[in-house]
Structure formats: C-alpha cells, structure tokens
C-alpha cells in the first residue's frame, strides 16, 4: 500500500484547506487516520475513518472543524479543515491499517500546513 499526501499549503487563521491522501494497492477493509507534526512536538492523531465510513472518531482538539471523508471508487481520503488556527500548523501525515483504527501499518510521506495569525 502507498500512500500520497496533498492539499497542504499556507492559510490565514480561520482559513479552510482540503487535504487528500490517494491510496494506491490493496487497501480494501483498511482503515485510513490522519496525524499531524509540529516542530518540537510528538506525532499526534487527528481523525480516523473506517473502512465503511461507519465510525469515524476525531481529535478533541479538531472536533467541529475538521472533517474525515472517504471515497471509495478513488480510494482517497479526505480532511476538510474549516476555522483554522495557527496551532493547526504541522506536517500532516494520512496512515491507513486496522478498521477500528488501534493500528496502522501505512504512512503517507506528509503534507505542510501553516496557518499564519
């Protein structure tokens, strides 16, 4: 499985951007999650989303603002990000593996988003 991150870019606080992650291989049953990096900081979840779209869990910390959606004929995950903050600057990273999302055995290679006050 091969993951490609895109979407991410330079916004203004209270800006929006759309990430995409485009799933490539075998993924099917595959849960897929997105992860943020500051600078300094250690990995963190953001959302997760199953591989039906059934259950979808969020970060408190993005709950309202962010949205996890799937499209399964492109095999692509998106994260709608609205109200952003300059504490939403990181390097997003999109991760598939298990469906209820305990693991996950795939990474993406990362995409920047700065969020500038």
């Known amino acids: 499985v091969q993951l490609q991150a895109s979407g991410g870019g330079l916004v203004q606080d209270g800006g929006s951007l759309r990430l995409s992650c485009a799933a490539s291989g075998y993924t099917s049953g595959y849960g897929m999650g997105w992860f943020r990096q500051a600078p300094g900081e250690e990995r963190e979840f953001v959302a997760h989303?199953?591989?039906?779209?059934?259950?979808?869990g969020y970060a408190d910390s993005v709950k309202g603002r962010f949205t996890i959606s799937r499209d399964g004929h492109a095999n692509t995950v998106y994260l709608q990000m609205n109200g952003l903050k300059p504490e939403d600057t990181a390097i997003y990273y999109c991760?598939?593996?298990?469906?209820?999302?305990?693991?996950?055995?795939?990474w993406g290679q990362g995409t920047q988003v700065t969020v500038s006050s």
């Open positions: 991760a598939a593996g298990s469906d209820d999302g305990r693991r996950y055995h795939y």
């Open positions: 989303i199953s591989w039906t779209g059934s259950r979808i």
